[in-house]
């Protein structure tokens, strides 16, 4: 059974940090991409940032320079540090993965950030 778990979402000051988790369940860690992506209260979901199974990382530009995408293999979870968070950034936060031609994604963990 896949499963994805977000935690570590909180509300903070706008130059603060905050480091998210995804904790994956019945996939192939090793050889899965997992990705963050993050929906705004009435925008569209977006794409944020992909750590991959060659272990390169990539981002959206809006948070190059800021967040860091790294995995724990061992204990397959998938982190998100966000730095200089801006209240842009204020969303909830999921985690993403495809496995066997489906797509899973979990419930989410919320963001706020104020100025």
């Known amino acids: 059974q896949v499963r994805l778990q977000e935690s570590g979402g909180d509300s903070v000051q706008a130059g603060g940090s905050l480091r998210l988790s995804c904790a994956a369940t019945g996939i192939n860690f090793s050889i899965s991409n997992i990705a963050w992506y993050r929906q705004a209260p009435g925008k569209e979901r977006e794409w944020v940032a992909t750590?991959?199974?060659?272990?390169?990382?990539d981002y959206a530009d809006s948070v190059k320079g800021r967040f860091i995408i790294s995995r724990h293999q061992s204990r397959r979870i998938v982190y998100l540090q966000m730095n200089s968070l801006k209240s842009e950034d204020t969303a909830v936060y999921y985690c993403?993965?495809?496995?066997?031609?489906?797509?899973?994604w979990g419930q989410g963990t919320r963001v706020t950030v104020s100025s």
């Open positions: 750590t991959n199974s060659g272990g390169t990382t």
């Open positions: 993403n993965t495809n496995s066997r031609g489906s797509t899973f």
